[in-house]
Structure formats: C-alpha cells, structure tokens
C-alpha cells in the first residue's frame, strides 16, 4: 500500500509536469488510499488519483472525456516519469458526492443477493470475472426476469432501491463494454454520486480491457506480492 507521505511526494514532483499537460493544482486535500495508491481534491472540482494499477490507468484511459451515465467522467490519464519498481500514473476525473450509509446498506444487500442468486464467490477475483461475464451475456429482457425474481426478497418499501440498483450494475456492465472495459469490481467503496444523484463507478480496477495486452489476473499478483514482501 502506498503510504500518504509517498503519494505526496509524487504530487509535490510532478505538479510542474501535470501543469504543462493543462491540470494545475490548487489544493491537496487527501481523500483516502487503498492497495495501488490514493486520491487527491486538487481544486476546481477534480480528483486526483495516483495509482500504480495499470489495469485501472489503462481501462480509464478509454473513458477520456466520455460522459457516461453509469460511469465518472475521466479527465485524463498519464504515466508520471516516477522511479519505482512498479509505473505510477495519475488518473484525473470528476469530485463526485459521497453515499449515504443507507444507499451503502442497499448496496451491500443487493450484491449478497445477487451473489446468492448467481452463486458467485465474490472474494475471488477469477470468480467476480466469470460471474459478471455471465451476467454481460444475459440479455436486457433475461436480466429483468432474474430482476422479478430476486425482487421477491426485498421488503417492499425498499423494493424500487434495489431494482434501481441491479439495473445500474446492467446497464454499467454494458456501456463499459461498449468502450472496449469488462469490469468486475462492484461494492460500495467504488460507488458514488453525481450532485445529480446519479450511481457512479469511480474506480475502474481489475478491468479486463481486451487487446491493451494486460493481463489483469498477473497484474494484480505481481502488485500483491509487492505488498506482501
């Protein structure tokens, strides 16, 4: 994991580099940070993210200046000139707004059921993959009808949430492979909301992109390993 201090310090670096490319920093307001990196408030409604995924860097980069409903606009994407062991690359998009711990519940709920109802083991990423590939092949009338199905389980006042839901994670799964990006990493720490209050994901890690010559299984070992040592 990359330590708050390292993440700095590469902003610190190459805000200069950032700066020719048309991003000035105005701010640094540290966000959070997980495995591959963190992110950053720069100013001026953007986050920075600083990551050492190449498979997020590459599937982002597909997205660039794409507004997709399901999807955070991706403002750029660059390599920093970093010496390290691993590439680092600073991934540019939109300030988005935060869950409410209620949609997280939903969240969290509606992904135990759809786990259930597909019996996929979520905890492996190999299994995430087949499971969303499975779910990708279904067409937009067959998931609809597993919809009604699994509609069932839900209290109904909560009903319309969860429906909202799984159609989002459809149509999201859809309009990425639309842009040449197979995802499958939905959870509520990859989800937020548009002042609208549009369901969007911002973190694009473990995609598959097909014919970008990444494997993403190997990629994500590789980095693991680092980790571990």
């Not at 199905?149 to 149509?171: A, G, L, R, S």
Request: proline residues 1%; charged residues 30%; contains cysteine.
């Amino acid at each position: 994991m990359e330590t708050q201090a390292t993440l700095q310090r590469v902003i610190t670096k190459h805000s200069k580099f950032l700066a020719k490319k048309g991003f000035k920093i105005t701010s640094t307001q540290f966000l959070g940070s997980g495995y591959f990196g963190g992110a950053y408030d720069i100013g001026n409604d953007i986050v920075m993210k600083i990551t050492t995924d190449q498979t997020e860097a590459t599937a982002s980069k597909r997205l660039i200046g794409k507004k997709l409903d399901t999807v955070n606009e991706i403002y750029g994407v660059f390599r920093v000139p970093e010496k390290s062991m691993f590439k680092h690359y600073v991934i540019l998009q939109a300030k988005l707004e935060n869950m409410s711990a209620a949609d997280g519940r939903v969240v969290d709920e509606a992904e135990r059921i759809l786990r259930v109802t597909y019996n996929a083991d979520q905890r492996v990423v190999g299994s995430r993959k087949s499971f969303y590939d499975g779910l990708a092949a279904e067409t937009d009338a067959e998931f609809k009808d597993r919809i009604d199905d699994m509609i069932h389980k839900v209290p109904d006042n909560e009903q319309h949430d969860y429906y909202t839901y799984w159609q989002f994670i459809y149509t999201s799964l859809m309009e990425l492979r639309s842009h040449n990006v197979e995802y499958c990493d939905f959870h509520k720490g990859n989800l937020m909301k548009s002042s609208g209050g549009k369901l969007k994901v911002i973190d694009l890690g473990f995609s598959q992109s097909p014919n970008a010559d990444i494997d993403v299984l190997e990629s994500i070992r590789r980095q693991i390993q680092r980790i571990l040592k």
